[in-house]
């Protein structure tokens, strides 16, 4: 049993440190207004666009009330276009603007520059061992 807490323990405590590093739980993700969450709705939206609500939620396991908040809020902020679905008319296709795109472009540019903050100090082979391991990681937690 003291194996077993040691490992949790351990894991925390990885956890911890590297939500820190990263500022998963600042209020605002890298000196912006959105939080990692709205931020998160946007990699999504960009990525799969246009998309449903439901992707959404089923890619971030997201509860469908702050989905549509955070939604609303974008669509006022004219980040966001709705489009119904030629497929199925109940379903709603969501869609970046032009001005929802350049947010995207300039936090997905904020987080590669994160990166490199984070890495510039290790030799090839060490950023290399890195990504490996964090591989490593995903593999061994499917």
């Known amino acids: 049993m003291q194996e077993k807490q040691k490992t949790i323990d351990s894991i925390r405590s990885f956890n911890r440190y590297y939500t820190g590093l990263i500022g998963l739980l600042d209020d605002h993700l890298l000196d912006s207004e959105y939080s990692l969450v709205e931020a998160r709705i946007l990699y999504e ?7 449903s609500a439901s992707h959404i939620m089923s890619e971030i396991d997201i509860d469908k009330g702050y989905l549509s908040r955070v939604l609303k809020q974008f669509e006022r902020k004219g980040l966001i276009s709705k489009q119904l679905s030629e497929e199925d008319a109940r379903v709603s296709l969501v869609s970046l603007t032009s001005s929802g795109s350049a947010l995207f472009n300039e936090l997905n540019k904020a987080s590669d520059q994160q990166v490199i ?7 090839r082979q060490q950023q290399q061992q890195l990504v490996a391991h964090m591989e490593a990681i995903r593999e061994l937690l499917r």
């Open 117 to 123: 903050t984070l890495i510039k100090r290790l030799s």
């Open 45 to 51: 939206i960009h990525t799969h666009q246009p998309v």
